[in-house]
Nanobody
């Protein structure tokens, strides 16, 4: 079954750390772009980071200023998002999504992704 499943969300305090994981089904993993997006209350969904499962490229949204790192584990078929120095404005539902790898890197544009997970909630409090 083609699916993605996020995990790792929760409630954390500011300046904390979280690792979100996106497990990708075997049928989807090869030659893929896998990206993380987030949607805060009352705001539109925005791209965070993306990687591909062939070249290992990584792309990030400019506004993140180095606090986010995307990694992948081929053994687990997982794409993880590591977030450090959490801020209250990081509170959002985080989604992972899969798109077809068509070049040597991946965008963080939502229109390039056609399979989405259900999301995992991250709540940051001071």
């Amino acid at each position: 079954q083609d699916q993605l499943m996020e995990s790792g969300g929760g409630s954390v305090q500011t300046r904390g750390f979280l690792k979100l994981s996106c497990e990708v089904s075997a049928s989807l993993y090869a030659d893929s772009c896998v990206a993380w997006f987030r949607q805060a209350p009352g705001k539109e969904r925005e791209g965070v980071a993306a990687t591909d499962t062939y070249f290992g490229s990584k792309s990030y949204a400019d506004y993140l200023k180095g606090r986010f790192t995307i990694t992948r584990s081929d053994a687990r078929r997982s794409v993880d998002l590591h977030i450090k120095d959490l801020k209250t404005e990081d509170t959002a539902k985080y989604y992972c999504a899969r798109g077809q790898l068509r070049g040597r890197d991946c965008s963080i544009a939502q229109t390039d992704y056609n399979v989405w997970g259900q999301g995992t909630q991250v709540t940051v409090s001071s």
